[in-house]
């Protein structure tokens, strides 16, 4: 089957993480992507240890499939002189540097297309090219607090905490990658390149979602509820005799089959919970009074119970037994990939299925400098010419 992105070429000068997530879900859908890489040290998250699996960083190893690794040094006369060769070839740059240090380099967007008008240039960044704030440097952690994320996130009467994953830098890339391959769309009729400017504040904004919204609506703050939602009561976890499972009671017609199903008549007919509404007023009372009826059932009976009423309820799973899960696996998420140095080296897979134009695992996370020679070839330097830039450390 074909790829999807077959032909593409990436010039990725990113790193770290929203940058390489991006650029290697491009790679997944046949993208060819040249990753740049500081001579010596690589791409930060190659240090991003522990843990390892044999001497390679497992944070590397996640998001950097489908790729060709260079070593250049970008500051060095004739390594800038690689770098405009390649975006002169490229159809789409990536970089994720502080605002500013592109241009100062020589490789602006501006700069970069006057050599290549067809250009897509996406720029990455913690707040965004533009405002107010464009000059502070941006991680997920400082952006998990100053989106307002944290201050959602956690146990009402305890202080906010962080998700559980580096939410912000992953969604970043997954819309930056929307922005780049609708480019690529545009630039089919138009012919024209373009600036992309992804930030990880905006793209966390923009997943506040109905929270920012609700905030608009009546004045007052988000505010924190454990794994409960504000809006829809019974919806959240609770604890079982034997462990701690997920009860979803999404809306009035799931509450009917939910206490049907556990023979809670007394709590169908209790005014203070006949509709979502008055369940959410009633927030406190109801959910306590579910933890001490769940509190004395075993999960595998409330699992059946809740499935033959037809209401979404399940376990709350270690990271251990999703990445083991029958279905997880049937689902092809867990990709095993054959690299030089980690034998049996699994990643999360592809998480989106194309009938035609299916992802693909083509290369291992490369090794640092891995594809120099190979894509400096490409580029019709000679064996020779190659030798004198080692020796000038240009590579």
């Avoid at 390649?86 to 502080?98: I, T, W």
């Avoid at 009402?156 to 780049?180: C, E, H, W």
């Avoid at 701690?244 to 169908?268: E, H, P």
Wanted: glycine share 10%.
């Amino acid at each position: 089957m074909m790829l999807a992105l077959e032909g593409v070429k990436v010039l990725d000068l990113s790193r770290t993480l929203a940058g390489p997530f991006c650029t290697m879900m491009l790679g997944d859908m046949g993208a060819d992507i040249i990753k740049v890489e500081q001579p010596g040290s690589g791409d930060e998250t190659r240090r991003f240890t522990p843990p390892t699996w044999n001497g390679e960083s497992c944070y590397y190893l996640t998001s950097n499939r489908n790729k060709r690794s260079i070593t250049i040094d970008i500051k060095s006369p004739k390594g800038k002189e690689i770098i405009y060769k390649l975006a002169e070839e490229a159809d789409v740059v990536v970089e994720n540097f502080r605002t500013g240090t592109m241009e100062k380099l020589g490789f602006g967007y501006e700069q970069l297309k006057e050599k290549n008008p067809r250009l897509i240039y996406c720029s990455i960044s913690g707040f965004g090219r533009t405002g107010p704030e464009k000059d502070k440097p941006g991680y997920d952690l400082l952006l998990q607090g100053y989106s307002g994320l944290m201050s959602i996130t956690g146990e009402p009467d305890q202080p906010p905490v962080k998700v559980g994953t580096s939410a912000v830098d992953l969604n970043t890339g997954m819309f930056a990658a929307f922005g780049i391959v609708t480019a690529l769309f545009a630039r089919q009729t138009s012919g024209k390149g373009q600036f992309i400017d992804a930030s990880l504040l905006d793209s966390q904004v923009a997943l506040l979602n109905y929270h920012g919204t609700n905030f608009f609506a009546t004045g007052k703050p988000a505010a924190r509820y454990g794994s409960g939602h504000p809006t829809i009561v019974p919806y959240q976890a609770f604890q079982a005799k034997d462990m701690d499972i997920i009860l979803a009671v999404a809306n009035d017609g799931l509450w009917v089959k939910c206490c049907r199903g556990f023979g809670w008549n007394d709590l169908l007919e209790d005014d203070r919970f006949k509709i979502n509404d008055d369940r959410v007023a009633n927030r406190e009372v109801l959910v306590n009074i579910i933890n001490e009826r769940l509190g004395k059932m075993e999960s595998a009976e409330i699992f059946e119970l809740m499935e033959k009423a037809g209401v979404p309820c399940g376990p709350i799973h270690t990271v251990e037994q999703v990445m083991t899960h029958p279905h997880v696996k049937a689902r092809e998420m867990v990709l095993e990939i054959e690299h030089p140095n980690v034998k049996d080296l699994k990643v999360p897979g592809f998480p989106v299925k194309f009938s035609e134009t299916p992802a693909k695992l083509r290369k291992h996370p490369p090794l640092l400098g891995e594809h120099t020679d190979e894509i400096l070839q490409e580029l019709g330097y000679s064996e020779e010419e190659i030798k004198e830039l080692r020796e000038d450390h240009a590579l």
